[in-house]
Protein backbone atom coordinates (compact mmCIF):
# COMPACT_ATOMS: atom_id res chain seq x y z
CA UNK A 1 0.00 0.00 0.00
CA UNK A 2 1.34 3.11 -1.20
CA UNK A 3 2.01 5.43 1.72
CA UNK A 4 1.23 9.26 2.18
CA UNK A 5 2.90 11.17 -0.77
CA UNK A 6 3.83 15.13 -0.97
CA UNK A 7 4.95 17.32 -3.94
CA UNK A 8 7.45 19.27 -4.07
CA UNK A 9 9.97 18.01 -1.62
CA UNK A 10 11.88 21.02 -1.76
CA UNK A 11 10.60 24.48 -2.28
CA UNK A 12 12.69 27.86 -2.16
CA UNK A 13 11.01 31.18 -2.62
CA UNK A 14 11.14 34.70 -1.87
CA UNK A 15 8.99 37.07 0.55
CA UNK A 16 6.36 38.05 -1.22
CA UNK A 17 5.50 35.38 -3.57
CA UNK A 18 2.66 32.91 -2.74
CA UNK A 19 3.30 28.72 -2.71
CA UNK A 20 1.02 25.67 -3.24
CA UNK A 21 1.74 22.19 -1.70
CA UNK A 22 0.14 19.00 -2.48
CA UNK A 23 -0.55 15.85 -0.55
CA UNK A 24 -1.55 12.44 -1.67
CA UNK A 25 -3.01 10.27 1.69
CA UNK A 26 -3.13 6.64 1.61
CA UNK A 27 -5.75 4.80 -0.55
CA UNK A 28 -8.96 5.05 1.57
CA UNK A 29 -8.17 7.83 3.95
CA UNK A 30 -10.05 10.69 4.05
CA UNK A 31 -9.00 12.66 6.73
CA UNK A 32 -5.60 15.03 5.82
CA UNK A 33 -4.18 17.12 8.14
CA UNK A 34 -0.78 19.71 7.42
CA UNK A 35 1.82 21.06 10.29
CA UNK A 36 4.74 22.89 10.47
CA UNK A 37 7.80 21.88 11.69
CA UNK A 38 10.31 24.77 13.08
CA UNK A 39 13.95 24.57 14.64
CA UNK A 40 12.02 27.15 17.05
CA UNK A 41 8.68 26.35 17.21
CA UNK A 42 8.42 22.80 16.44
CA UNK A 43 5.55 20.76 15.21
CA UNK A 44 2.46 22.58 15.38
CA UNK A 45 -0.96 21.99 13.51
CA UNK A 46 -2.08 24.06 10.38
CA UNK A 47 -5.14 22.77 9.65
CA UNK A 48 -7.05 19.48 9.11
CA UNK A 49 -9.99 18.27 5.91
CA UNK A 50 -12.61 15.75 5.68
CA UNK A 51 -14.64 15.30 2.93
CA UNK A 52 -13.77 18.42 1.27
CA UNK A 53 -14.60 20.80 4.82
CA UNK A 54 -11.90 22.06 6.90
CA UNK A 55 -12.54 20.58 10.31
CA UNK A 56 -9.99 22.25 12.53
CA UNK A 57 -7.98 24.73 12.58
CA UNK A 58 -4.35 25.53 14.30
CA UNK A 59 -3.62 29.26 15.44
CA UNK A 60 -1.81 30.89 11.86
CA UNK A 61 -2.73 33.28 10.18
CA UNK A 62 -5.53 33.63 7.26
CA UNK A 63 -2.17 33.97 4.69
CA UNK A 64 -2.52 29.83 5.61
CA UNK A 65 -5.05 28.08 3.50
CA UNK A 66 -6.01 24.95 2.24
CA UNK A 67 -8.37 22.97 0.44
CA UNK A 68 -9.02 18.95 -0.38
CA UNK A 69 -10.81 17.17 -3.17
CA UNK A 70 -13.85 15.00 -3.92
CA UNK A 71 -10.24 12.22 -4.15
CA UNK A 72 -9.21 13.49 -0.69
CA UNK A 73 -6.34 14.73 -2.19
CA UNK A 74 -5.28 17.93 -0.24
CA UNK A 75 -3.52 21.06 -0.93
CA UNK A 76 -1.70 24.16 1.38
CA UNK A 77 -1.31 27.70 0.32
CA UNK A 78 0.93 30.00 1.59
CA UNK A 79 0.33 33.05 0.57
CA UNK A 80 2.71 37.02 1.16
CA UNK A 81 5.46 34.67 1.97
CA UNK A 82 7.64 36.13 4.98
CA UNK A 83 11.04 34.68 6.03
CA UNK A 84 9.40 32.55 9.19
CA UNK A 85 7.49 30.37 6.84
CA UNK A 86 10.75 28.43 6.25
CA UNK A 87 9.70 25.50 7.59
CA UNK A 88 9.40 21.21 6.74
CA UNK A 89 5.45 21.30 6.20
CA UNK A 90 4.24 18.11 7.11
CA UNK A 91 0.94 15.94 5.74
CA UNK A 92 -0.87 13.32 7.65
CA UNK A 93 -3.67 11.22 6.60
CA UNK A 94 -6.25 8.73 8.76
CA UNK A 95 -9.30 7.18 8.21
CA UNK A 96 -11.02 9.24 9.25
CA UNK A 97 -11.56 12.14 11.54
CA UNK A 98 -11.36 12.72 15.30
CA UNK A 99 -8.54 11.59 17.96
CA UNK A 100 -8.85 7.85 17.23
CA UNK A 101 -8.02 7.84 13.81
CA UNK A 102 -3.91 7.37 13.88
CA UNK A 103 -1.92 9.61 11.40
CA UNK A 104 0.52 8.71 9.05
CA UNK A 105 2.89 11.12 7.97
CA UNK A 106 4.05 12.00 4.53
CA UNK A 107 7.85 12.57 3.91
CA UNK A 108 7.29 16.57 4.09
CA UNK A 109 8.06 19.64 1.94
CA UNK A 110 10.87 21.91 2.82
CA UNK A 111 10.06 25.40 1.95
CA UNK A 112 12.81 27.94 2.30
CA UNK A 113 12.10 31.46 2.09
CA UNK A 114 14.87 33.64 1.15
CA UNK B 1 -3.63 26.06 27.01
CA UNK B 2 -3.18 22.70 25.83
CA UNK B 3 0.16 21.53 26.14
CA UNK B 4 2.38 18.39 25.82
CA UNK B 5 5.96 18.54 27.44
CA UNK B 6 9.01 15.78 27.26
CA UNK B 7 12.45 15.94 29.05
CA UNK B 8 14.92 15.52 28.75
CA UNK B 9 14.83 17.37 25.37
CA UNK B 10 18.56 16.35 25.15
CA UNK B 11 20.12 12.65 25.92
CA UNK B 12 23.36 11.60 24.99
CA UNK B 13 23.92 7.82 26.27
CA UNK B 14 26.25 5.20 25.62
CA UNK B 15 25.73 1.95 24.09
CA UNK B 16 24.26 -0.83 26.13
CA UNK B 17 22.80 1.70 28.64
CA UNK B 18 19.19 1.97 29.59
CA UNK B 19 17.09 5.04 29.94
CA UNK B 20 13.94 6.88 30.13
CA UNK B 21 12.13 9.64 28.40
CA UNK B 22 9.15 11.46 29.82
CA UNK B 23 6.01 12.51 28.36
CA UNK B 24 3.25 14.85 30.62
CA UNK B 25 -0.22 15.93 29.06
CA UNK B 26 -2.67 18.66 30.36
CA UNK B 27 -5.75 16.96 28.57
CA UNK B 28 -7.68 14.38 29.72
CA UNK B 29 -7.10 12.15 26.23
CA UNK B 30 -6.49 8.33 26.61
CA UNK B 31 -4.71 8.07 23.93
CA UNK B 32 -0.70 9.34 23.14
CA UNK B 33 1.35 8.49 20.32
CA UNK B 34 5.08 8.30 19.45
CA UNK B 35 7.08 9.23 16.60
CA UNK B 36 10.70 8.78 15.67
CA UNK B 37 12.33 11.30 13.55
CA UNK B 38 15.48 11.14 11.20
CA UNK B 39 17.68 14.36 10.41
CA UNK B 40 15.71 15.92 7.45
CA UNK B 41 13.18 13.45 7.47
CA UNK B 42 9.67 12.61 8.29
CA UNK B 43 8.17 11.64 11.34
CA UNK B 44 7.34 7.23 11.85
CA UNK B 45 4.83 6.12 14.00
CA UNK B 46 6.54 3.96 17.00
CA UNK B 47 3.36 3.56 19.28
CA UNK B 48 -0.29 4.32 20.00
CA UNK B 49 -1.46 3.64 23.11
CA UNK B 50 -4.74 3.69 23.72
CA UNK B 51 -5.67 3.17 27.51
CA UNK B 52 -4.49 3.55 30.82
CA UNK B 53 -2.19 1.10 31.87
CA UNK B 54 -1.23 0.51 28.23
CA UNK B 55 2.13 -0.83 27.47
CA UNK B 56 3.44 -1.56 24.64
CA UNK B 57 7.10 -3.07 22.89
CA UNK B 58 9.25 -3.13 19.92
CA UNK B 59 13.05 -4.49 19.96
CA UNK B 60 14.90 -2.55 22.51
CA UNK B 61 11.69 0.13 22.70
CA UNK B 62 8.62 0.19 25.45
CA UNK B 63 5.98 2.56 26.05
CA UNK B 64 3.58 2.67 28.47
CA UNK B 65 0.70 5.38 28.98
CA UNK B 66 -0.67 6.31 32.54
CA UNK B 67 -3.43 8.33 31.65
CA UNK B 68 -4.37 9.32 35.65
CA UNK B 69 -0.78 10.81 36.23
CA UNK B 70 -1.19 12.21 32.04
CA UNK B 71 2.02 10.73 31.71
CA UNK B 72 3.73 8.42 29.54
CA UNK B 73 6.91 7.20 29.02
CA UNK B 74 9.13 5.57 26.70
CA UNK B 75 11.95 3.43 28.02
CA UNK B 76 14.93 2.54 26.08
CA UNK B 77 16.57 -0.66 26.54
CA UNK B 78 20.29 -1.31 26.03
CA UNK B 79 20.59 1.56 23.32
CA UNK B 80 22.33 0.84 20.46
CA UNK B 81 24.14 3.37 17.85
CA UNK B 82 20.73 2.88 15.19
CA UNK B 83 18.24 4.37 17.96
CA UNK B 84 19.65 7.99 17.64
CA UNK B 85 17.25 10.56 16.31
CA UNK B 86 14.43 12.57 17.73
CA UNK B 87 11.54 10.90 19.71
CA UNK B 88 8.10 13.17 19.55
CA UNK B 89 4.80 12.17 21.80
CA UNK B 90 1.33 13.16 20.83
CA UNK B 91 -1.30 14.29 22.38
CA UNK B 92 -4.77 13.61 20.07
CA UNK B 93 -7.07 16.54 20.77
CA UNK B 94 -10.07 16.04 18.82
CA UNK B 95 -8.12 14.80 15.44
CA UNK B 96 -5.20 17.56 15.94
CA UNK B 97 -2.24 16.08 17.10
CA UNK B 98 -0.17 17.72 19.94
CA UNK B 99 3.34 17.50 20.33
CA UNK B 100 6.15 17.42 22.55
CA UNK B 101 9.37 19.64 21.87
CA UNK B 102 10.69 16.31 20.84
CA UNK B 103 13.64 14.53 22.82
CA UNK B 104 17.33 14.31 20.76
CA UNK B 105 18.91 11.45 21.37
CA UNK B 106 22.15 10.08 20.65
CA UNK B 107 23.40 7.16 21.36
CA UNK B 108 27.94 7.29 21.05
CA UNK B 109 29.70 4.01 21.69
Known amino acids: KAGVTQTPRYLIKTRGQQVTLSCSPI?????VSWYQQTPGQGLQFLFE???????NKGNFPGRFSGRQFSNSRSEMNVSTLELGDSALYLC?????????????FGPGTRLTVL | ELKVEQNPLFLSMQEGKNYTIYCNYS?????LYWYRQDPGKSLESLFV?????AVKQEGRLMASLDTKARLSTLHITAAVHDLSATYFC?????????FGQGTELSVKP
Open chain 2, 90 to 98: ADSQGGKLI
Open chain 1, 27 to 31: SGHRS
Open chain 1, 92 to 104: ASSLATGGRNEQF
Open chain 1, 49 to 55: YFSETQR
Open chain 2, 49 to 53: LLSNG
Open chain 2, 27 to 31: TTSDR
